[in-house]
T-cell receptor, first 110, second 114 residues
């Protein structure tokens, strides 16, 4: 079945440093979604990418979808303590079903 | 986006018993999804619940263990049956009101089986 691999599993940065998490699918995706889960919370939708090569920005967050629609990345510029949490990518492949990556847990040293 | 009320938020249960988790959505949705999340792990889809038909279960999950009800377009329940400590996990329901864009999750049920 479809697998979505996400790296790194953990990332610890100093506040103000950049952060990137990468997502790779074993199959071509119809879309990819990104979620953030704060410690003790539930996943919260950030964004969806649909088009090949698509790039979207939300303030300090930049999301990319690969040309082959099999990989994606999330880059955070100048991290802040409010960015702490686990970031999940989730690949869509029809029937509204999502397959989640393992997540990247981001911790920040203030 | 939709608002989901999920309960209970947490429970401690004896092995061999069953727990029913409820999710109420503030709008009508075609599909509701049930996930399991082990502490510190990713989300694993248990099943997809459609109103008026049997739920569709993912590999490794069976109806006898995780029966699901979907009596209408705003409500669903997941029962964890004959629980064992291995069932200790966080269970989440999820919906996508638009059908494909931006899934909303319930706040989760933290289940501990002792």
């Amino acid at each position: 079945g479809q697998q979505v691999m996400q790296i790194p599993q953990y990332q610890h940065v100093q506040e103000g440093e950049d952060f990137t998490t990468y997502c790779n699918s074993s199959t071509t995706l119809s879309n990819i979604q990104w979620y953030k889960q704060r410690p003790g919370g539930h996943p919260v939708f950030l964004i969806q990418l649909v088009k090949s090569g698509e790039v979207k920005k939300q303030k300090r967050l930049t999301f990319q979808f690969g040309e082959a629609k099999k990989n994606s990345s999330l880059h955070i510029t100048a991290t802040q303590t409010t960015d702490v949490g686990t970031y999940f990518c989730a690949g869509g492949q029809g029937a509204q079903k999502l397959v989640f990556g393992q997540g990247t847990r981001l911790t920040i040293n203030p | 986006s939709a608002v989901i009320s999920q309960k209970p938020s947490r429970d401690i249960c004896q092995r061999g018993t069953s727990l029913t988790i409820q999710c109420q959505v503030d709008s009508q949705v075609t599909m509701m999804f049930w996930y399991r999340q082990q502490p510190g792990q990713s989300l694993t889809l248990i099943a997809t619940a459609n109103q008026g038909s049997e739920a569709t279960y993912e590999s490794g999950f069976v109806i006898d263990k995780f029966p699901i009800s979907r009596p209408n377009l705003t409500f669903s329940t997941l029962t964890v049956s004959n629980m064992s400590p291995e069932d200790s996990s966080i269970y989440l329901c999820s919906v996508s009101p638009t059908g494909t864009y931006g899934y909303t999750f319930g706040s989760g049920t933290r289940l501990t089986v002792v």
